[in-house]
Nanobody, 125 residues
Framework: QVQLVESGGGLVQAGGSLRLSCAAS????????MGWFRQAPGKAREFVAA???????YYADSVKGRFTISRDNTKNTVYLQMNSLKPEDTAVYYC???????????????????WGQGTQVTVSS
């Protein structure tokens, strides 16, 4: 019923910016949490940012102040604006749509049941 497609990844120099988009097809996610996770080679997938249906946002400490998550419920799209990028931000970025546990666990993978295929973000030094 639901398909998530990420876009906007690419290669950027340290200090640069990228804007990721995640378009959802299918049911509306206006009352579900939407999140971004990332995974570097050889490392576990980690939480990046999340936004509740109310607009409340959450961020990992490592990206706080640099990344901004937003959503457009009318377009079923979530965005991740990434500024002041660092080489350690290099990873595959995944968007995710929450399930019934997402409100309670917006920073945990268990709070999501739909995932995109990911988009590569590479930050050079």
């Amino acid at each position: 019923q639901v398909q998530l497609v990420e876009s906007g990844g690419g290669l950027v120099q340290a200090g640069g910016s990228l804007r990721l988009s995640c378009a959802a097809s299918g049911r509306t996610f206006s009352r579900n949490v939407m999140g971004w996770f990332r995974q570097a080679p050889g490392k576990a997938r980690e939480f990046v940012a999340a936004i509740m249906w109310s607009g409340t946002t959450y961020y990992a400490d490592s990206v706080k102040g640099r990344f901004t998550i937003s959503r457009d419920n009318t377009k079923n799209t979530v965005y991740l604006q990434m500024n002041s990028l660092k080489p350690e931000d290099t990873a595959v970025y995944y968007c995710a749509a929450g399930n019934e546990y997402g409100t309670t666990w917006p920073k945990r993978e268990l709070g999501y049941n739909y995932w995109g295929q990911g988009t590569q973000v590479t930050v050079s030094s």
